[in-house]
């Protein structure tokens, strides 16, 4: 096979990659028509069940969270729990609930709860969810 030279690490032309321009080469070096990225294969991701244990139940029903830190991945579970279950009544005490949801954002994790209607407070459970 003739070595071709691209640049590695770069776009070689059409090819995402130099790999790709190098198994491209091989199949004209081989008298084959190249068919680069000319077909699409949809596929569905399966659904997967996930398990979630609040931190305190409440004698009133309510669940409480207490969180420190509440990274994006949490925000999703809270997001998808509030739209699959609105019965349950999920609560979240943060440390401080001031925290911007990722650097730079002007959302903090509390204008983010009232966004997406979740009761929350800072540090203490107010007395009113006890009763």
């Keep these: 096979m003739e070595k071709t030279s691209h640049p590695r690490g770069k776009r ?72 699959q279950s609105p019965e349950l009544d999920i609560r979240i005490v943060f440390q401080n609930a001031r925290l911007p949801i990722r650097k730079g954002s002007p959302t903090t994790y509390g204008d983010y709860c009232t966004k997406i209607g979740i009761k929350w407070a800072q540090k203490i459970i107010p007395p009113e969810w006890l009763v």
């Design 12 to 83: 070689c032309g059409r090819y995402r990659s130099g790999f790709e321009f190098d198994v491209a080469s091989q199949l004209i070096n081989a008298g084959i028509e190249v068919r680069y990225e000319d077909t699409v294969l949809r596929y569905t991701v399966p659904e997967r069940v996930c398990r979630y244990t609040p931190d305190f139940v409440l004698p009133n029903g309510i669940f409480i969270e207490a969180k420190g830190r509440w990274d994006s991945q949490d925000r999703l579970k809270h997001k998808l729990l509030r739209a």
